[in-house]
């Protein structure tokens, strides 16, 4: 058998995709190894949640660098010298560079709390139910040099109540997301996503 892929997930906060991929994996259902998990923010959750899996964290604090470019430089040495293939984003709340993204083509994933291209940005579960709709969700991407623009992999729907609020449907869209983050790397990992233009075909197993 080969050896697991190595992952990098770059996270900011509370760290529950991190977990669902850390779950997977422990289950034997995701063939992959989280090589670092990196933080941007000093303390994170998410940091106690790898230490605790026995994953190798880092903190590169943004206020530690004076410019955006050497912030980047130093998050993308930690993921090479890890060992790094893939580039997750389990809510890293930072936008990456055109530069950065250049340097991993096709080679960062994010998960998002909207069904893109509507409500890209923050607060996407806010943003939906200000808006109206009747269905909201999470799309795992690509990243690109835009902002949740890149080419979306998959897609998970729930329902928008008519009594909810931006957190009720965001518990909502996060059990979703659990599920779609960790079968998006999975896909990546096993070779079974085409990237032809903005569309991804995914490659049935063979
Ligand atoms: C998730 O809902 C994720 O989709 C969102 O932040 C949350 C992080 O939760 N990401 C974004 O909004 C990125 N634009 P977690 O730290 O518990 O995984």
């Not at 941007?40 to 943004?62: H, Q, S, Y």
């Not at 890149?150 to 729907?157: A, M, R, S």
């Not at 909810?164 to 079968?183: C, F, G, M, Q, V």
Request: proline share 4%.
């Amino acid at each position: 058998m080969s050896e697991a892929k190595k992952i990098g997930v770059l996270v900011s906060g509370r760290g529950s995709n991190l977990q669902a991929l850390i779950d997977r994996i422990e289950a034997g259902k995701l063939d992959v190894k989280i090589a670092v998990v990196i933080s941007d923010m000093p303390g994170a959750f998410a940091l106690m949640r790898a230490e605790k899996a026995g994953i190798k964290t880092l903190t590169v604090n943004r206020k530690s660098y004076g410019d955006r470019a050497s912030f980047e430089k130093a998050v993308d040495a930690a993921l090479r010298e890890a060992g790094c293939e893939l580039v997750v984003l389990a809510g890293f709340m930072r936008i990456l560079s055109p530069a950065f993204v250049a340097a991993w083509p096709h080679l960062i994933i994010n998960i998002h709390p909207a069904l893109l291209p509507s409500f890209p940005g923050l607060h996407g579960q806010g943003q939906a139910v200000a808006y109206g709709v009747k269905y909201s969700g999470c799309t795992v991407h690509f990243v690109d040099a835009g902002t949740d623009s890149g080419p979306i992999i998959l897609q998970k729907v729930v329902p928008v109540l008519d009594d909810d609020t931006e957190d009720s449907l965001a518990e909502r869209i996060l059990a979703k997301e659990h599920e779609a983050l960790p079968e998006a790397v999975e896909l990546w990992a096993q070779g079974r996503l085409l990237i032809e233009g903005r569309k991804v075909k995914i490659i049935s197993k063979k």
